[in-house]
């Protein structure tokens, strides 16, 4: 059903119409938005109807939505390798089937045990069709617009928690969590499963075409085809900055190494000696650290909110947090081909600091909605600029690997965050828990810094 297509099997690729890869991004897109908006989002929701509902304490339940991100990284970074030679769609039908199956079962979660085993088998499906499936095919299909088609594909993230996890909190708040479950499965499978299967593709060459739609290089002029014989004999051409590009249409040029036609032999660093540099050993840190204060202001927001205002307010300041990051990562990613990544980067990190220092102190409806913007603002650009990042500095030869290590790396602060800010909050209150997330950024933020220049590592590609 899911047959891996090849270059040489497949009709020659249209040369009118749109580019395919935005069929991609599309999808990925939609998978996206319900992957958070029932799973992501959604967490901090069924973490609070959990508390209500099992009469269990903040810092118990806590630990369960940490273990469905720890799984859900875990399960990324296992799964990565097979997604080089194995048709990608199987891990979206896999991921759908399997997180369709844990959100039923919430009809028979009882206790605080039975809320850890649903996490854990729900995490298992949100890893496999999550971000680690989802940023590897779109950067595939993309080179030098991949910052804007990477933006465009996660803002489903964003929209996911604007629109269908308030849906699943009306749902699970007029049904309770266990009349709540077929609906929310129902959501997730048919949200992943069609689409994906229908409309993703893994390579390019599948179709016979190039990323970013350019034509294949066996077809290109012959003047073209030396130019790129020069380029590669020449400074490696890897040094250029994949965003830099990002606004052209034109065909590859002298300059633009296009990417080859065998998806087998893509251009960057290997797994082994990405690893072993110090951009890639700082960028794990950083983001174990930014995730840890990031999700786990999320997971609480809905439950901290609640406790010092109302449900609507609760409610708006989610879903203003969801719509801020839709906002910021489109504006985000349209910027990040003039600046820097790096320092980007970097920046975002203090924004995100200081929305949650304001978030420990804010007590008013008002101050709480704009403190939730500015925290949404952060999110949705820190959370594109680590598969944007990862690519221009290691390239695309093995970056699902690369980036669903550094994304497991990262689930240790994701896992983290709920559970600490939930003790802390348990021990003394949600000002001390959103202030120690805050100082969780600050970290992130230094550990960027010490990375160094992208351009470092890029230079190591051509090295034998």
């Known amino acids: 059903m899911l047959q891996r297509a090849t270059s040489a099997g497949s009709a020659p690729a249209p040369t009118t119409g749109p580019f395919y890869g935005w069929i991609v991004v599309s999808a990925v897109f939609v998978t996206m938005a319900i992957s958070s908006g029932v799973g992501f989002y959604n967490a901090s929701v069924i973490l609070s109807a959990a508390t209500r509902e099992l009469d269990a304490s903040v810092g118990s339940v806590s630990g369960a939505t940490g ?180 606004s052209s249409t034109e065909p590859a040029s002298a300059v633009d190494r296009p990417p080859p036609s065998d998806p087998a032999a893509p251009p960057g660093l290997d797994f082994g000696a990405a690893r072993t540099t110090r951009f890639f050993l700082a960028l794990c840190a950083a983001y174990a650290a930014i995730f840890l204060g990031q999700v786990g202001g999320i997971a609480q927001l809905f439950n901290m909110v609640l406790e010092r205002t109302d449900a609507p307010t609760a409610r708006t300041a989610l879903a203003t947090l969801a719509f801020a990051s839709v906002v910021a990562r489109l504006i985000g990613g349209a910027a990040v081909i003039r600046l820097p990544t790096r320092e980007f980067s970097a920046g975002l990190a203090v924004l995100q600091a200081a929305a949650l220092c304001l978030l420990a102190v804010a007590s008013s409806s008002t101050s709480l909605i704009l403190a939730a913007a500015l925290f949404g603002c952060s999110i949705g650009n820190l959370l594109m ?24 790396v990262g689930t240790l602060g994701v896992a983290g965050g709920p559970l600490l800010l939930g003790v802390l909050r348990d021990a003394v209150d949600y000002r001390l828990a959103f202030f120690a997330a805050a100082a969780a950024s600050l970290v992130g933020f230094g550990c960027i810094v010490a990375a160094g220049p992208v351009a470092r590592v890029q230079a190591l590609w051509e090295e034998p």
């Open 67 to 246: 273990l469905f991100f720890a799984i859900g990284g875990l399960t990324g970074f296992v799964f990565s390798k097979r997604m080089e030679s194995v048709d990608i769609r199987w891990f979206f039908l896999t991921g759908g089937i399997i997180g369709a199956v844990a959100l039923l079962g919430l009809r028979w979660v009882t206790s605080v045990t039975g809320l850890y085993l649903f996490f854990a088998v729900f995490g298992i499906g949100f890893g496999l069709a999550g971000l680690v499936p989802s940023t590897t095919v779109v950067t595939r299909w993309f080179d030098r617009r991949r910052s804007v088609a990477l933006s465009i594909a996660s803002t489903g993230l964003s929209v996911g928690g604007i629109v269908v996890t308030p849906v699943a909190d009306w749902i699970i708040d007029q049904r309770s969590l266990s009349g709540a479950a077929p609906y929310l499965a129902a959501i997730w499978l048919l949200g992943i499963v069609p689409i994906a299967v229908l409309l993703v593709r893994s390579y390019p060459a599948d179709l016979n075409l190039e990323p970013d739609g350019a034509r294949p290089v066996a077809t290109a002029p012959a003047a073209v085809e030396s130019a790129v014989d020069l380029a590669s004999a020449s400074a490696p051409a890897a040094v250029e900055s994949p965003v830099d590009l990002a």
């Open 385 to 408: 600029l680590q598969p944007l990042l990862l690519a221009e500095a290691f390239g695309v030869a093995n970056y699902g690997r690369i980036y669903s290590f550094n994304q497991l």
